[in-house]
Nanobody, 122 residues
């Protein structure tokens, strides 16, 4: 079992930056692929970024070049640094852990955090 707790969300102006964090506990954090998804009101949850236990990363086209996912296995924490934020980035950001074959599919992940709200004002 893995417990995930996100933090770092908030309100930021367009063009600004924000870093969200996800702290894991329970089973060995470093064994899992970690990912960030987001869900805006009225929309489906969508993939943002993923990082494997070996540091291989994948990004959605909508955030590529603006976001960086990283992990610190010693701290059992995964981060998402978001730059050049846009109003359309407004969503609840969820952290997920699992052993996915397809990084971008929500059902491939076994554990989820409760989410952290990111709001980007224009």
């Amino acid at each position: 079992q893995v417990q995930l707790v996100e933090s770092g969300g908030g309100l930021v102006q367009a063009g600004g930056s924000l870093r969200v964090s996800c702290a894991g506990s329970g089973r060995i954090f470093s064994d899992y692929t970690m990912a960030w998804f987001r869900q805006a009101p009225g929309k489906e949850r969508e993939f943002v970024a993923a990082i494997t236990r070996n540091g291989i990363t994948d990004y959605a086209d909508s955030v590529k070049g603006r976001c960086t996912i990283s992990r610190d296995n010693n701290k059992n924490t995964v981060y998402l640094q978001m730059n050049s934020l846009k109003p359309e980035d407004t969503a609840i950001y969820y952290c997920a852990a699992g052993a996915p074959i397809y990084f971008r599919v929500t059902t491939q992940y076994d554990y989820w955090g409760q989410g952290t709200q990111v709001t980007v004002s224009s």
